[in-house]
């Protein structure tokens, strides 16, 4: 018989699957806290769970499995941010991203898929092509693994890194519902950010489900023959769609719409690109947060100082909030768009030591 991956599940699902046990409320919540809270790494972890009944605990042990991504590098760059290459035995290797926040917490930035079909023209994920989905619990271990030897607490989550996760949906949502319950990760909804390069079926679904996550929408151009350049997502869902959800989100979540905006120098930081995203998104409630380019090949560079001045003089005309987010990790191709599955730079930490 095929064993239970207990990773799989949300809390509903985990109890579904070990139904057959016939474990009790009580023990659902003890040994779902057991696998996610406390990050049992053996099924020998689970016989210490409190107010589990001696034959649910032989019960899961013969039937369930707890399978573990493979840490095969991990590297530090100079400003703190730490790259994981995983490897998982379902095939394949994909990387996530340590953030330090405020010398107090860290932000796990992961990845919903090996590769990518979206092949954003500056990213290297893209670049790649698309391999497959990623599981549930290929997505959760990312966050554990990280989470067991990180010194800081792991208070928030981004789904910024490999692959469009509204193309995972199922998946990548399932795992965020195991993050934000209390007997799971217990990282707060309002913590967890999807971003999408503007995939409208997904953005969709995930207005109709209401989920009390974070969406960052992908804009890098609000002039549609600039965008189909670099995002060839518009040209199968054009900016027109995706302005009618991203105006939808806002009003149905009461919250600004986050816009990531790429900045390329030389092609989308001018007055015009200003004066587009005005027209484009007017009376929608947003905020715009800027990201420098970060393109290895050298075909994009970011903008210049002077560049950047103008454009964020320029970005006046909006009138909505505007922040200049930092891609940290650029040594060790960390940093948003660079992600390849491939190491670099930085410092090689051993694999069996707590990343400082």
Same mark, same amino acid.
């Given at each position: 018989?095929?064993?239970?991956?207990?990773?799989?599940?949300?809390?509903?699902?985990?109890?579904?699957?070990? &139904?057959?046990?016939?474990?009790?409320?009580?023990?659902?919540?003890?040994?779902?806290?057991?696998?996610?809270?406390?990050?049992?790494?053996?099924?020998?972890?689970?016989?210490?769970?409190?107010?589990?009944?001696?034959?649910?605990?032989?019960? =899961?042990?013969?039937?369930?499995?707890?399978?573990?991504?493979?840490?095969?590098?991990?590297?530090?760059?100079?400003?703190?941010?730490?790259?994981?290459?995983?490897?998982?035995?379902?095939?394949?290797?994909?990387?996530?991203?340590?953030?330090?926040?405020?010398?107090?917490?860290?932000?796990?930035?992961?990845?919903?898929?090996?590769?990518?079909?979206?092949?954003? +023209?500056?990213?290297?994920?893209?670049?790649?092509? $698309?391999?497959?989905?990623?599981?549930?619990?290929?997505?959760?271990?990312?966050?554990?693994? =990280?989470?067991?030897?990180?010194?800081?607490?792991?208070?928030?989550?981004?789904?910024?890194?490999?692959?469009?996760?509204?193309?995972?949906?199922?998946?990548?949502?399932?795992?965020?519902?195991?993050?934000?319950?209390?007997?799971?990760? *217990?990282?707060?909804?309002?913590? %967890?950010? $999807?971003?999408?390069?503007?995939?409208?079926?997904? %953005?969709?679904?995930?207005?109709?489900?209401?989920?009390?996550?974070?969406?960052?929408?992908? %804009?890098?151009?609000?002039?549609?023959?600039?965008r189909a350049q670099v995002l060839p997502v518009?040209?199968?869902?054009?900016?027109?769609?995706?302005?009618?959800?991203?105006?939808?989100?806002?009003?149905?979540?009461?919250?600004?719409?986050?816009?990531?905006?790429?900045?390329?120098?030389? $092609?989308?930081?001018?007055?015009?690109?200003?004066?587009?995203?005005?027209?484009?998104? *007017?009376?929608?409630?947003?905020?715009?947060?800027?990201?420098?380019?970060? +393109?290895?090949?050298?075909?994009?560079?970011?903008?210049?100082?002077?560049?950047?001045?103008?454009?964020?003089?320029?970005?006046?005309?909006?009138?909505?909030? %505007?922040?200049?987010?930092?891609?940290? &990790?650029?040594?060790?191709?960390? *940093?948003?768009?660079?992600?390849?599955?491939?190491?670099?730079?930085?410092?090689?930490?051993?694999?069996?030591?707590?990343?400082?």
């Amino acid at each position: 018989m095929q064993r239970i991956n207990l990773k799989n599940f949300d809390f509903d699902g985990f109890g579904a699957a070990l &139904g057959a046990s016939g474990l009790n409320r009580t023990e659902h919540l003890k040994l779902f806290a057991a696998v996610f809270n406390h990050g049992a790494q053996q099924l020998e972890a689970l016989k210490r769970a409190p107010q589990v009944r001696a034959a649910t605990r032989d019960w =899961v042990q013969a039937n369930g499995e707890l399978p573990r991504l493979e840490v095969v590098e991990r590297r530090a760059a100079d400003d703190g941010f730490v790259k994981y290459l995983f490897e998982s035995p379902l095939g394949g290797r994909f990387e996530a991203v340590r953030i330090p926040l405020f010398d107090t917490k860290y932000v796990v930035c992961i990845s919903s898929q090996v590769g990518c079909a979206l092949a954003c +023209d500056f990213c290297m994920t893209g670049k790649l092509g $698309f391999q497959r989905n990623l599981e549930t619990w290929e997505i959760l271990d990312q966050v554990l693994r =990280v989470r067991e030897e990180a010194t800081r607490p792991v208070r928030g989550v981004v789904f910024m890194g490999m692959g469009e996760p509204l193309l995972n949906y199922a998946n990548t949502t399932r795992a965020a519902r195991v993050m934000c319950h209390p007997a799971g990760l *217990a990282i707060s909804g309002k913590s %967890i950010t $999807f971003s999408t390069a503007g995939w409208v079926p997904g %953005i969709r679904k995930y207005r109709a489900d209401r989920l009390p996550y974070r969406l960052a929408f992908s %804009i890098t151009s609000a002039i549609p023959h600039k965008r189909a350049q670099v995002l060839p997502v518009e040209k199968t869902w054009p900016l027109t769609d995706l302005v009618r959800e991203v105006r939808a989100y806002a009003e149905e979540s009461g919250a600004r719409a986050m816009l990531a905006y790429v900045m390329i120098s030389g $092609f989308n930081v001018g007055r015009e690109d200003a004066e587009a995203l005005r027209d484009t998104f *007017a009376g929608v409630p947003v905020m715009i947060d800027l990201i420098d380019v970060t +393109d290895p090949t050298g075909k994009y560079q970011p903008p210049t100082p002077e560049e950047l001045a103008a454009f964020r003089d320029h970005l006046q005309v909006v009138k909505a909030p %505007i922040a200049r987010r930092y891609s940290g &990790g650029k040594d060790i191709d960390a *940093a948003c768009g660079t992600l390849a599955a491939t190491q670099r730079g930085g410092v090689l930490l051993p694999v069996s030591a707590t990343a400082p």
